[in-house]
């Protein structure tokens, strides 16, 4: 596991962390749905968590990203992301509702996926994934009408090389109930790829910035850059990364 931590400029006390694992390891898309149960692999998921502090008045909105490098020989796929709180927060009552909204309709597909998996023992993943993906919603902030926060999937080129990864965007109601300190997390699960065409990258770094404005004052960006998506010249928090197959030790 590591960490890594920045601000704005040595002197701001707003600051952008990201941790995970930086030593992760890969298997075969293929076994996972394999029908042989000796040769079927359990679900391996690991959880990108960022940290965004800031200070003085609510923004307006918040965004992050964390981005993955497009390499030859493995592959991410995002499978669940969160934004934590810590109950009970100002209007606790509403929060409440809306997860038991939530919860409620994720009730069937855990469901489902806990019959399938004891009835289909050639699949032990799937009920790992459906459980990792309970308890995450369970300790999700929810999303709550018109201020809702929300993912998408985006990708962006740095320094000429491809990433893809996620962007959370956190409305401004959403941070004042949870305060100056926002936690969010991605769960992911690596897979093994060969190249098509070969002569790619092998290796790479897991990407982050943040960014973040309140009224008609510039965007505070974490670390210092520009956000643009058609700009290159983003400063990134970088948290290396080492996947490994799985049986082959590097």
Known sequence: MVSRWDRSRPDDVNWLEIYGECDPVSVPLASLFCTDPAAAQEFTAYLY?????????????????????????????????????????QEERVWRTALAEDLNAL????????ELAANLVPLPGLSAASTAIAHLKLRSAPQVGKDAWYVRRVHRTVEGEPYYGVEWTLPRELLKQVGTRVTGALLVQYFTAEPVRGGGRTGGALLSHARFSVGDRAPVELPAGSWPADAEADAFLALPLTVSAQGTGG
């Open 49 to 89: 968590v960022w940290t965004l502090g800031y200070t003085g008045d609510v923004p307006d909105k918040a965004e992050v990203r964390l981005l993955f490098p497009a390499v030859d020989h493995w592959r991410v796929k995002d499978v669940q992301a969160v934004v934590y709180h810590l109950p009970p927060v």
């Open 107 to 114: 009730a069937p597909t855990v469901g489902l996926a806990g």
